[in-house]
Antibody, heavy 123, light 108 residues
């Protein structure tokens, strides 16, 4: 059974780079024909797609965040990483990793989600 | 980017009642690329409905989706106690895929 688990520091300082990890169990990301996504949710607000990465390491980002975001694969540890630079209070959110329902499709419904990790940006 | 506006912000209903949630897109979206999610406090969103009317695995048939163009609706035919939650719509027709801001269904 596929499971996703996000982890990372709960607190980041303004202007720093935030690094989060999504650990995948039940499937190998290096051979899984899916786009793996990061999605975030500010407190009390809606969801925002951050970006997605394919098992070939091809990635797509939300234009609103593209200049600050890098998503990468750590195949040795079966993890997907998110780096967000120059963070501000507006980046305070629960960050989720998710897998779409359909293989090889970057725009799709999200079928499997991690439980999310809360990140607060504050000095 | 396509902006999705959900209404109402909060819907106060009693168990057994019918819930009708609206999602309006800033430009036309194919109904095949609209989805609905349910989220309970402290939990990740859960996929409910996608495409014109497909229910995700395990979703009861009291949940249904409809709509076309810019106006889409999630209907819960008879509210059960476990249905009180926040609901989000999503469009994945255009990039970037976007979500609405949510409708909270609360117990009246």
């Amino acid at each position: 059974q596929l499971q996703l688990q996000e982890s990372g520091p709960g607190l980041a300082k303004p202007s720093e780079t935030l690094s989060l990890t999504c650990s995948v169990s039940g499937a190998s990301i290096s051979s899984s024909n899916y786009y793996w996504a990061w999605i975030r949710q500010p407190p009390g607000k809606g969801l925002e797609w951050i970006g997605s990465i394919y098992y070939t390491a091809v990635s797509y980002y939300n234009p609103s965040l593209k200049s600050r975001v890098t998503i990468s694969l750590d195949t040795a540890n079966n993890q997907i990483s998110l780096r967000l630079s120059s963070v501000t209070a507006a980046d305070t959110a629960v960050y989720y990793c998710a897998r779409p329902l359909n293989a090889a499709v970057v725009r799709d419904v999200f079928h499997i989600w991690g439980q999310g990790t809360m990140v607060t940006v504050s000095s | 980017e396509i902006v999705l506006t959900q209404s109402p912000g909060t819907l106060s209903l009693s168990p057994g009642e019918r819930a009708t949630l609206s999602c309006r897109a800033s430009q036309s979206v194919s109904s095949y690329y609209v989805a609905w999610y349910q989220q309970k406090p402290g939990q990740a969103p859960r996929l409910l409905i996608y495409g014109p009317s497909s229910r995700a695995t395990g979703i009861p048939d009291r949940f249904s989706g409809s709509g076309s163009g810019t106006d889409f609706t999630l209907t819960i035919s008879r509210l059960e106690p476990e249905d009180f939650a926040v609901y989000y719509c999503q469009q994945f027709d255009n990039s970037p895929q976007t979500f609405g801001q949510g409708t909270k269904v609360e117990i009246k």
